[in-house]
């Protein structure tokens, strides 16, 4: 009987093994699908016997733990840049642009004051200096809308990456549970890990996370802070209003979530924020009041050809760059400084020099944090931040090709693990083919043999 048994431990041991191999193969497609394997053991040989057969002692799943941790790093890498790179570049084209080019805008006033000065009691060259006031203010304030509607689409899109982020979570938490019902039921939960795995990676791009195993076979999941997110089957529920900073719930806590170094595309728009966005919009602020006051300054000490003392050209209320008076008349500009000579054009030569001075701004360390002050030709403000944008923007698209190029990296080394080759499974269909014949037959003779005892013995 022995060999009767051993024959059919080894056709349904090959068996087993060709219903894993039809698994890979049907699955060879399957994103984020690690393949699977019988480990095949010797049955203990019986007391007088010859051999037990075969048995198998459990299924393999093969998944390199490490490599998915470098996958999901690598993923939250590639997401925080790649998610920057289009406001960064809109940014770039706009703010270059000779119709919005805040510089451009300036030397057509500045343009405009010089040509007053052949003829300062000119109406038409006046009336040119106010048009170019009113073009240059409008340059100004299409600038600050431009950053008012990327922080709004901003916002916008860190409110869908939130719910993503809950949806993720959530699923994981569930995900988790199944596997420790399944392993305490001795249910194989291979296909779960696979897709929790698979959850992890989506959430990864979202946001920077620390993955850790559990005893269970859960996995515990935070944020890069050590803020968790998921722990067994409990899931945090993330919020981020517009204009509010984000919180974090979890069972009975809440927490503020800290926005630096958040890793992933909500890392990535934070960053974009407080780095970019903001410390710009400040500049460009202090480049109008700046621009504003000076020549407010100046007008204040002329006089126009009627003689009246001068009136103040730009408001800069709440660092905002307007016209004082929108019917300002041309006739009201201080181009002289004596009251009783409307032909001096000194005090418009003072307007034309403040061309070359210098303004203070503040000064931003790389997080986007105020350092200091610094004094800066006014000319120079805004070349300096359209060459610090062109320099920003082109280091997070290089940062973001390398970590693409990282990305496929790490996935082509877990798949060399985990992934389904289909000539290695046509190789191992074979062989247990062979075997699940062999064993068959090894029955097929013990039968013929137990028939002729049977006869012998009549």
Do not use: C, H
């Not at 919005?100 to 405009?112: E, L, S």
């Not at 990456?161 to 938490?173: F, K, S």
């Not at 009136?311 to 009201?332: C, E, M, S, Y």
């Amino acid at each position: 009987m022995s060999m009767l048994s051993n024959g059919l431990s080894g056709a349904l041991a090959a068996q087993s093994a060709l219903n894993i191999i039809s698994q890979n193969v049907a699955n060879s497609m399957t994103p984020g699908y690690s393949r699977q394997g019988v480990l095949l053991n010797a049955q203990p040989t019986q007391i007088g016997g010859l051999g037990g057969g075969v048995k198998v002692s459990s299924l393999l799943r093969f998944s390199d733990s490490y490599k998915n941790l470098q996958l999901w790093q690598a993923a939250s890498n590639q997401g925080q840049y790649q998610v920057a790179q289009n406001y960064l570049g809109q940014l770039q084209q706009v703010m270059s642009d000779d119709s919005a080019n805040i510089n451009a805008g300036m030397d057509q006033f500045f343009a405009a004051l010089n040509a007053a000065s052949v003829q300062p009691e000119s109406g038409p060259l006046r009336e040119q200096v106010i048009t170019a006031a009113d073009a240059l203010v409008k340059r100004f304030d299409s600038m600050q809308r431009l950053f008012t509607s990327q922080q709004t689409a901003i916002a916008t899109q860190r409110q869908g990456i939130v719910g993503q982020i809950n949806a993720l979570t959530q699923d994981i938490a569930a995900l988790n549970k199944q596997i420790a019902v399944a392993r305490s039921s001795g249910v194989t939960d291979a296909d779960l890990q696979d897709t929790r795995d698979e959850k992890i990676k989506g959430l990864s791009a979202l946001v920077g996370l620390q993955v850790v195993d559990m005893p269970d076979g859960g996995k515990s999941v935070s944020l890069r802070n050590g803020q968790p997110l998921v722990i067994g089957a409990d899931a945090a529920t993330m919020s981020g209003e517009i204009n509010q900073p984000l919180t974090l719930k979890f069972v009975n806590t809440s927490f503020t979530v800290a926005e630096d170094n958040l890793g992933g595309q909500l890392g990535g728009l934070s960053d974009l924020v407080n780095q970019v966005l903001l410390p710009q919009q400040q500049t460009i602020k202090e480049l109008g009041t700046g621009l504003g006051d000076a020549i407010n300054a100046v007008l204040a000490g002329g006089f126009s050809p009627t003689g009246a003392p001068g009136q103040p050209l730009f408001d800069t209320t709440g660092g905002v760059l307007k016209l004082t008076n929108p019917n300002l008349a041309a006739a009201d500009l201080a181009f002289s400084s004596s009251a009783t000579d409307s032909g001096n054009s000194d005090n418009l030569a003072k307007l034309v020099g403040l061309r070359k001075s210098s303004i203070t701004v503040t000064t931003f360390d790389s997080r986007g944090q105020a350092n200091g002050t610094a004094s800066v030709v006014m000319g120079d403000v805004y070349t300096q931040l359209l060459g610090k944008l062109g320099v920003l923007s082109g280091l997070n698209d290089s940062q973001q090709k390398t970590a693409q190029s990282v990305l496929d990296q790490v996935q082509q080394s877990r798949d060399s693990t985990s992934a389904v080759n289909r000539d290695e499974e046509a190789v191992n269909l074979m062989q247990y083919q062979q075997m699940y014949s062999s064993n068959m037959k090894v029955v097929s003779v013990a039968n013929d043999l137990f028939d002729a005892t049977l006869q012998m013995l009549g």
